[in-house]
């Protein structure tokens, strides 16, 4: 069936424990409050939190948690792939995704299984485990309702930390390949080469952090990247190079000056204005 269940709307697997139930419905909550999330949300939010009050009030209820299931039982196939599961979960909860910000990538359906395989096995972490008990005044259900809740916060944490290293290490390969990609345009435009418009662009994104490249010129024609860029016409670029240190008053083997290169009307104006205050202030 199309329809998502109630299990899917708290996250939950359908084998879970009261005591997961419970507090994934507490989770839920955070996430959802009015006070957490945006005012332009409110209405999304009603509609969601709708849904898993509907979920939990009949999950939480033993005997109308078992009618439910064997009603599951008639109208839905018993072995629903993990993808199939997933995909119900995405539509129930398609807003959800500007709810969570950060946390947008965290898998609580998969943190809510590795806990009740935990409980089930008696494989509990024995300094959480402890804790629980101290917080629950030694009551089981309360028990294992704060062990949830820490394990749950703890893998969170750890997720989003691995996450974070994630994107740490993808930037920083980035960040390499474009190094690597601007030596390689700097040699070109050195060795007196034409680069085209794209590559020019490149160079001149590259310069806005080696301040080398705003004094490099070509080997054959006395360039600066000042002058490849107003001969390209690219006035942006040259805005750039200009507010990190690019002179306008270079001229090069030729005699002529970067705004001598180009024919766009505005390029050439902001290069002359360039130039005549690099003269009168020295």
Known sequence: MSQTTHYDNLQVMPNASPEVIRAAY??????????????ELREQCERV?????????????PQAREAYDRWLGQHQPAAASAETRRARQAHAYRNMEALEHEEVEFDEHAAYEVIDKELETQRMDRGFWLKAFVLSGGDPTRQKLHYVEMRLDQL?????????????????????????QAKALKAVFT?????DRDEIEKLVRAAGS????????????GNTLLHVAAEADLLSAAEFLL???????TVNLAGRRPHELCNDAALVRLLKNAAAAKEHGG
């Open 26 to 39: 507490r989770c839920l909550c955070q996430k959802l409050h009015p006070d957490r999330n945006p005012p």
């Open 49 to 61: 939190m709708q849904m898993v009050n509907e979920a939990y009030e009949t999950l939480s209820d």
């Open 243 to 249: 507010q990190h240190g690019a002179r306008a008053d």
């Open 156 to 180: 969170r944490t750890t997720e989003k930390a691995r996450l974070d290293l994630e994107m740490a290490e993808k930037r920083a390969r980035e960040r390499a390949r474009q190094t690597d």
């Open 191 to 195: 060795s007196g080469s034409r680069l």
């Open 210 to 221: 080696d301040k080398h490249l705003l004094k490099a010129v070509d080997r054959v024609r």
